[in-house]
């Protein structure tokens, strides 16, 4: 509309001033040049309102697929003059599939105050992402001109992390001790001594619940069990280069980080050691809380651009897993060395092959789906899950 009203004058000026010439008419050429030096001074405040601006933009380092996010923009005037009211639209990358998008609010930049504006948008895509540069457009007092320009600032970056993706899988009673009584919510078995009580949580058994603290709480409560003091689990996600299928929301690599995590804090909440050989350096002594959201800001950064295959990878944790450890895989992919590596481990260690199905999530990647070997795992030693797909 601005420009439309801009246009408009400046036609209409024109026009003036050509009737005026051919009717000779100096009231008119008076008109005319009025409208001409109101556009021409309504451009140089337009200008002038976006020259000599400093820019900081303040973000978070880290937020959740899905959650709300609140970006601050601060914006100084170098110059001692006055300032119509500004917009400013920030350069958001497009991988990031922001949603929600909200305009930030117009400000006016004074000399050395800083004046603060914010926007706030919802991040749908795990990972690291990295952006600068953002736009700022002003326009005079009248609003009959407009000025965009591009600014740069420093680079910001944040981290999407993945929001734990429930899943009820089935795993062989001698994956690991006391694993799969933790992944399933259920602690039966001898010899395992309570630690403590926390709230009912879907898949507990009933038999575990402690009336008591139930009835005093109004929440339903169950008994905590320690899943075995050496009970651990060593991760391995596939990383390489070309294994990531879809380019939606959810690729085959989210449904695996948001699954790994659900799963991975569902047997710390059991007690049980989770380690990520290979992605990880060696971790200290943490809680259960700070080792959740250690895990999960891993799964933010991590991409599907290793050298290494699958197989190799696999090799090279199995000499590092704790006694006693089970080894899950996750794989969308079939690159051709998995099998190897689990006819090599046979007897060795025990592996959980979690198997997704690439082409459920890019059509064109039906001939390597990791789902169609799924037997020829079987037939390596590994006990096999084909897990549910994600919808983005």
């Not at 020259?51 to 609140?70: C, M, Q, W, Y």
């Not at 639209?89 to 006016?108: E, F, Q, T, W």
Request: net charge neutral; with cysteine.
């Amino acid at each position: 509309m601005r420009r439309v009203a801009g246009r408009a004058l400046s036609v209409a000026s024109l026009f003036l001033g050509l009737v005026a010439v051919l009717i000779n008419a100096p009231a008119l050429f008076y008109m005319s040049f009025a409208l001409i030096a109101t556009i021409v001074a309504c451009n140089i405040q337009s200008n002038l309102a976006t020259k000599a601006l400093r820019i900081e933009r303040i973000a978070p380092k880290s937020v959740h697929v899905g959650e709300l996010v609140t970006v601050e923009i601060v914006l100084w005037s170098e110059r001692k003059i006055k300032r119509p009211l500004v917009t400013v639209d920030d350069n958001l990358p497009a991988r990031l599939h922001p949603g929600g998008v909200g305009p930030s609010l117009p400000v006016a930049p004074a000399f050395d105050l800083p004046v603060r504006t914010l926007y706030q948008f919802t991040p749908l895509k795990r990972g690291r992402f990295r952006w600068k540069n953002l736009k700022v457009t002003a326009t005079d007092a009248l609003g009959l001109t407009t000025k965009t320009v591009e600014y740069p600032t420093e680079q910001t970056e944040i981290v999407v992390v993945p929001l734990p993706i429930p899943v009820s899988i089935e795993l062989p009673s001698s994956a690991g001790w006391g694993i799969n009584e933790a992944i399933s919510g259920q602690a039966a078995g001898a010899g395992i001594e309570p630690r403590g009580i926390r709230q009912y949580t879907y898949g507990d058994s009933l038999r575990h619940v402690h009336w008591r603290t139930s009835a005093r709480t109004g929440v339903l409560q169950v008994k905590e069990f320690q899943a075995g003091s050496q009970g651990a689990a060593s991760f391995i996600i596939q990383r390489s280069s070309n294994t990531d299928a879809g380019k939606g929301n959810v690729s085959t690599l989210d449904a695996i980080c948001g699954h790994s995590l659900y799963i991975a804090e569902q047997m710390l909440r059991q007690g049980v050691s989770v380690s990520f050989p290979l992605m990880e350096e060696e971790r200290g002594k943490k809680g259960e809380a700070e080792r959740k959201e250690e895990i999960a800001l891993l799964l933010g950064t991590l991409n599907a651009d290793s050298a290494t295959t699958l197989g190799a990878d696999i090799l090279e944790a199995a000499a590092l897993l704790e006694t006693g450890a089970t080894l899950y895989v996750f794989a969308a992919i079939d690159d051709g060395s998995l099998v190897s590596s689990l006819q090599r481990l046979r007897g060795r260690a025990s592996v959980v092959v979690l198997v997704y199905d690439a082409a459920a999530y890019d059509p064109k990647r039906i001939s390597d789906s990791a789902a169609l070997f799924s037997e020829a795992y079987r037939q390596a030693g590994a006990h096999v899950v084909l897990m549910p797909e994600v919808a983005g």
